[in-house]
């Protein structure tokens, strides 16, 4: 059986859905079993995206992607520093 693939959005939907069971008494085995999800998918998630809204989540996942792209630029910085470091080493 293929995996499914979900959106953010659509796990912090379904972690309020089971919250929402849970608190209503169901034992956790059953409410992962109505949304599909093994136990360990839930407490994943839960720790990912435990009471995030989905604009937050939106916000962390821009945040994720400028934070990459300054990671790369940084790095390309460092290999230009090195680069120029190796060739003042030599004799002139």
Excluded: H
Aim: aromatic content about 6%; charged content about 30%.
């Amino acid at each position: 059986m293929p995996r499914k693939r979900r959106s953010g959005d659509e796990i912090i939907r379904l972690l309020r859905q089971a919250e929402i069971e849970l608190g209503a008494g169901s034992p956790l085995a059953v409410v992962c079993q109505n949304l599909g999800i093994s136990e360990q998918t839930y407490y994943r998630w839960r720790k990912s995206y435990g009471g995030m809204r989905p604009d937050e989540q939106k916000r962390l996942r821009a945040l994720e992607s400028e934070n990459q792209r300054l990671r790369k630029l940084v790095a390309s910085q460092a290999l230009d520093n090195q680069i120029l470091k190796e060739a003042l080493e030599g004799n002139f």
